[in-house]
């Protein structure tokens, strides 16, 4: 355990210019312990950068994931969404054994089986997103055109939303995430007519059934009416622009190296170098808790950093190289522990068919501007690009 | 090399399905199944790797 008082770091902000992950988490992992910063609000709390130390943290049964706890980090605002504590059945934020009755009734929808039966929806809307985009000339806004579109419809399909709905499930989930083009009250708006949209439709499958998974869920009675809402909401929130951002970043990834395409490998490589969701398993002690060494206290903030975690050398090789060939997958881009990620396969199968039928379909893609120009996202919780401009 | 799983443990995050397919499987319920409790030495890295890649520490895997 380490005596002296470490020194504070400024808060992890991504900063423009500035490559991501960040060099200054390379020094983070070296030093002994954990590591110090303040969050924009003043609470200090402990950042975690190794990977066997955010493993560790995120199966901790003395670290808590619930928001509501004392000294719990919150960074952002929800987007719009009302938090947990307006919203029941907000399940990423319970810890076991609370949070195990959601997952569990969830858990069905999403194995590897089921995730495979659905690919031939996902390519069919991924067909229907080029033929739209072809047919529109011969360059596109990736990411407003295909990234953020591909993972809204196949929720869509999976929720049974009518297909008359989609444009306008489509377009108010694009708003709610699109933080540079939407205005807060266009964000408010829109996270407010998906909520009473998607009350709506559980009311509508609670009376006339379907083939889909609101109907299965309602089916096996654990799960409330009320609930419903914000189990679908939290789908459509963790399944959205996480999926958009890492087709986003991987397309560019491929057209950097492309020896690289047609490797399905390229995916789970994707996941681990550019690892988007860096900020966002947030935890708070609930008790004394020892990790790597270092005492974090009952009442404070943990933030283990994902990006961190998959850029240490100890745990892969040449960590800042993209190399799908590699045979680590031990990356915790999905987060690790009860809370890690549920629609997992969902998205690998996602990345998967986009990838393959983007460069098989568009053999001549390229950037529409030079690379060091893409806008990527420093401003919101999420790593990212706001525009993917292309041409063919 | 003998394999046990805790399904009580499982969050079905399909990581050991996705890692050794012959040697796990997932149930109706998504939860861990495993195939063959004595896998051949063919799949013993992939199934080492399955239970290290386990989000909710849910395989042990002993070596005989």
């Given at each position: 355990m380490t005596g002296t008082e470490p020194k504070t770091v400024p808060f992890p902000l991504r900063?423009?210019?500035?490559?991501?992950?960040p060099?200054r988490y390379?020094e983070y992992r070296r030093r002994e312990g954990l590591v110090p910063t303040q969050l924009p609000n003043g609470n200090r709390v402990w950042l975690v950068t190794r990977?066997?130390e955010v493993?560790a943290v995120l199966?901790s049964?003395k670290i808590s994931a619930n928001p509501d706890r004392e000294g719990f980090p919150h960074i952002s605002?929800?987007?719009?969404?009302?938090?947990?504590?307006?919203?029941?059945?907000?399940?990423?934020?319970?810890?076991?054994?609370?949070?195990?009755?959601?997952?569990?009734?969830?858990?069905?929808?999403?194995?590897?089986?089921?995730?495979?039966?659905?690919?031939?929806?996902?390519?069919?809307?991924?067909?229907?997103?080029?033929?739209?985009?072809?047919?529109?000339?011969?360059?596109?806004?990736?990411?407003?055109?295909?990234?953020?579109?591909?993972?809204?419809?196949?929720?869509?399909?999976?929720?049974?939303?009518?297909?008359?709905?989609?444009?306008?499930?489509?377009?108010?989930?694009?708003?709610?995430?699109?933080?540079?083009?939407?205005?807060?009250?266009?964000?408010?708006?829109?996270?407010?007519?998906?909520?009473?949209?998607?009350?709506?439709?559980?009311?509508?499958?609670?009376?006339?059934?379907?083939?889909?998974?609101?109907?299965?869920?309602?089916?096996?009675?654990?799960?409330?009416?009320?609930?419903?809402?914000?189990?679908?909401?939290?789908?459509?929130?963790?399944?959205?622009?996480?999926?958009?951002?890492?087709?986003?970043?991987?397309?560019?990834?491929?057209?950097?190296?492309?020896?690289?395409?047609?490797?399905?490998?390229?995916?789970?490589?994707?996941?681990?170098?550019?690892?988007?969701?860096d900020l966002v398993s947030l935890r708070v002690a609930v008790e004394d808790v020892e990790i790597g060494g270092h005492l974090i206290r009952a009442g404070e903030g943990v933030i283990p950093l994902a990006?961190a975690?998959?850029?240490?050398?100890?745990?892969?090789?040449?960590?800042?190289?993209?190399?799908?060939?590699?045979?680590?997958?031990?990356?915790?881009?999905?987060?690790?522990?009860?809370?890690?990620?549920?629609?997992?396969?969902?998205?690998?199968?996602?990345?998967?068919?986009?990838?393959?039928?983007?460069?098989?379909?568009?053999?001549?893609?390229?950037?529409?501007?030079?690379?060091?120009?893409?806008?990527?996202?420093?401003?919101?919780v999420?790593?990212?690009?706001?525009?993917?401009?292309?041409?063919? | 090399?003998?394999?046990?799983?805790?399904?009580?443990?499982?969050?079905?995050?399909?990581?050991?399905?996705?890692?050794?397919?012959?040697?796990?499987?997932?149930?109706?319920?998504?939860?861990?199944?495993?195939?063959?409790?004595?896998?051949?030495?063919?799949?013993?890295?992939?199934?080492?790797?399955?239970?290290?890649?386990?989000?909710?520490?849910?395989?042990?895997?002993?070596?005989?």
């Amino acid at each position: 355990m380490t005596g002296t008082e470490p020194k504070t770091v400024p808060f992890p902000l991504r900063v423009p210019g500035e490559p991501f992950p960040p060099p200054r988490y390379e020094e983070y992992r070296r030093r002994e312990g954990l590591v110090p910063t303040q969050l924009p609000n003043g609470n200090r709390v402990w950042l975690v950068t190794r990977h066997t130390e955010v493993r560790a943290v995120l199966t901790s049964k003395k670290i808590s994931a619930n928001p509501d706890r004392e000294g719990f980090p919150h960074i952002s605002d929800t987007m719009g969404v009302p938090r947990q504590e307006q919203i029941p059945g907000w399940f990423v934020g319970l810890d076991s054994p609370e949070h195990d009755r959601f997952r569990k009734a969830l858990i069905p929808e999403f194995t590897v089986r089921r995730v495979r039966a659905m690919r031939p929806a996902i390519e069919r809307t991924v067909d229907e997103l080029i033929d739209t985009m072809l047919a529109a000339g011969n360059s596109a806004d990736l990411v407003a055109d295909f990234a953020l579109p591909v993972p809204s419809l196949v929720i869509s399909t999976l929720l049974g939303i009518p297909p008359v709905d989609r444009d306008f499930f489509e377009s108010r989930t694009r708003t709610l995430v699109s933080i540079r083009t939407s205005t807060e009250q266009q964000r408010d708006t829109a996270a407010k007519e998906l909520l009473r949209y998607i009350n709506r439709l559980v009311g509508i499958k609670a009376q006339w059934p379907g083939d889909d998974l609101i109907t299965r869920l309602l089916a096996t009675g654990s799960i409330s009416v009320q609930e419903m809402t914000g189990v679908l909401m939290l789908l459509l929130i963790a399944g959205h622009e996480t999926t958009a951002n890492n087709i986003a970043l991987g397309v560019v990834t491929l057209l950097l190296n492309p020896q690289w395409v047609g490797d399905q490998r390229a995916v789970e490589e994707t996941l681990r170098f550019h690892s988007v969701a860096d900020l966002v398993s947030l935890r708070v002690a609930v008790e004394d808790v020892e990790i790597g060494g270092h005492l974090i206290r009952a009442g404070e903030g943990v933030i283990p950093l994902a990006a961190a975690a998959n850029h240490d050398e100890s745990a892969f090789a040449c960590p800042h190289a993209f190399d799908p060939a590699r045979t680590e997958r031990h990356h915790v881009a999905f987060g690790y522990g009860v809370h890690q990620c549920l629609g997992q396969n969902l998205v690998r199968t996602e990345m998967e068919i986009v990838y393959r039928r983007l460069f098989e379909r568009i053999p001549t893609l390229e950037l529409a501007v030079p690379v060091e120009e893409l806008p990527l996202k420093y401003d919101g919780v999420l790593y990212g690009l706001h525009e993917l401009p292309v041409r063919w | 090399m003998r394999i046990t799983v805790d399904s009580d443990r499982c969050v079905g995050a399909g990581q050991c399905v996705l890692s050794a397919p012959d040697v796990f499987d997932q149930d109706e319920d998504g939860l861990v199944v495993v195939l063959d409790p004595r896998p051949a030495p063919g799949e013993h890295d992939v199934v080492q790797q399955a239970g290290d890649l386990c989000p909710a520490h849910a395989i042990t895997v002993n070596e005989d």
